[in-house]
DNA sequence: GCAAAAGTACACCGGCGAGTGCACTTTTAC
DNA sequence: GTAAAAGTGCACTCGCCGGTGTACTTTTGC
């Protein structure tokens, strides 16, 4: 009678190697980005990992590669949970202003503290010369959020000749300017927390007065 | 008889010495800014400087402290052009759209491709561990807009209860906008170079939809 | 002119970190 | 049980870079 859940207890040897992969990026992932990419040493992504130097050095030919994948998986999960919040958030029929503001703040959650967007951003401003990831990158989530502003403005909940202008916008106004008080405040512990709500709802509020 | 523009000729040991410094400091931002911390070499700063490695080590006792000087210059600087920008700029009696639109113009065009904001914003988040630079730099070009922002408001310009957070929008949906455009398309060359000039147009449109 | 300040050239040290080689143990497959 | 796959520990190389020591030349002040 087979095992269930057989991958658990005994991974097979494809499955166990295959955690050991991610057990070192998801170590790099953290690393990279509290340390920033020279100062992380492949010594100490083994360490954190729980794996040998050496068993690393089986996986990832060198740390640039290392480097890239990370990327590749924070870039992944990104889209993902934007495509999501998008999804589950920006529902018609609900109030605009509540939506836009649950889906805002849906994505800041997500985006700092784990990974994401703003983690990727300094990870790629940090590199300039390191083969750079596939183009398009940051172009995507903008055409997802795109493509729901024209259906919003189609429907006439607001105002926009330029859906992707006003994608611009809302993203402006409300997330990058949470992300940027959530930076400073990790640069200056001294301060208090950025209100985020409160942020947020300012954001919603100037652009619902410019959308509509 | 006495030589005239006797500094240039013949600086003196004083400002000879302090043009060497000026010569290093200017060498190393101009490598942070394209390197990063960790990927300048100290003889490459010298090198730029066209300096001795051991005459800056007489100027400076060691890397960091030239990354902390190049940071304080790069602030003073900033914190100059914005206030001069808003002063030349933002005069009343002239056409509101017009003044946001060249303000903005103003401080995008200084502050990329020389030093300032962003650069020193990519700075600054490069470092981590580094004593950081006396805390409030953020702040207070933000202050600055801000005062000009209740004027602006006062005389009933623009409609805006909290100048602060409208200064903050107004930066987010223009400047910012227009940065974070430049930055992606020095990341990937291959695009065309954006439209500074519509970016902002368009950021000024939104803002004063919100705004009066 | 001359002494001192400033700058230079260059060799050198010490440490660190990326990557390797190798002999060894553990785990998995059958 | 056994062989191969996967992983380990560790010592090692090698290049790079921050920083220093020193003997020397140039510049400046007077």
New interface residues.
């Given amino acids: 009678m087979p095992r269930i859940n057989a991958e658990v207890q005994t991974p097979g040897r494809r499955l166990r190697s295959e955690g050991k992969k991610t057990a070192i990026l998801d170590a790099a992932e953290a690393l990279f980005i509290?340390?920033?990419y020279?100062?992380t040493t492949v010594d100490a992504i083994a360490a954190l990992a729980q794996v040998s130097k050496r068993t690393l050095y089986n996986h990832f030919s060198d740390k640039e590669i290392i480097f890239l994948r990370v990327l590749s998986r924070v870039n992944e999960t990104l889209l993902s949970t934007i495509s999501a919040a998008i999804d589950e958030e920006l529902t018609t029929g609900r109030d605009l202003r509540e939506a836009l503001a649950a889906f805002a703040h849906r994505i800041v959650d997500r985006a700092f503290g784990s990974s994401d967007y703003l983690t990727f951003r300094?990870l790629?401003?940090?590199q300039?010369?390191v083969p750079?990831p596939p183009?398009a990158i940051?172009d995507r989530p903008l055409g997802m959020l795109e493509q729901r502003f024209t259906e919003l403005a189609a429907d006439g909940s607001i105002r926009a000749s330029r859906p992707r202008?006003a994608a611009?916008?809302f993203t402006?106004?409300t997330i990058?300017?949470a992300q940027e008080a959530l930076?400073?405040h990790e640069?200056?512990k001294?301060t208090e927390p950025p209100d985020i709500d409160a942020i947020i709802a300012?954001?919603v509020d100037?652009?619902l007065?410019?959308?509509r």
Same sequence: chains 1, 2.
Avoid: P
């Fill in positions: 509290t340390e920033g020279e100062r300094r790629i401003s940090q300039q010369l750079r183009g940051r202008l611009q916008h402006a106004l990058s300017l930076l400073d640069n200056e001294d300012d954001g100037a652009f007065r410019a959308y």
